[in-house]
């Protein structure tokens, strides 16, 4: 699923609201996980998982094309860890 489907869902299933308040709602949500993220807090949507950001140290990497040995930077990366009831439903146990 997609933004605009999940927006679309939204409104179809909610009529008394706007599509365009309903992409409001949705794009406000999305910018204020990315704004805790980037801040380094801990995401956690009960049900559905926690998005948390984690740190890779630098190290020796290799150019598969070469085979030459590179540095690469230390980075912060997304991290997304599945709830228990998603993780429930996706396996049939709920």
Known sequence: MIRSELI???SDENPHLFRRDVERIVNTIFEEVI???ARGDRVELRGFGAFSVKKRDSRTGRNPRTGESVEVDEKHVPF???GKLLRDRLNGDA
């Open 8 to 10: 679309q869902k939204i």
């Open 35 to 37: 704004d805790a993220m």
């Open 80 to 82: 997304f860890k599945t």
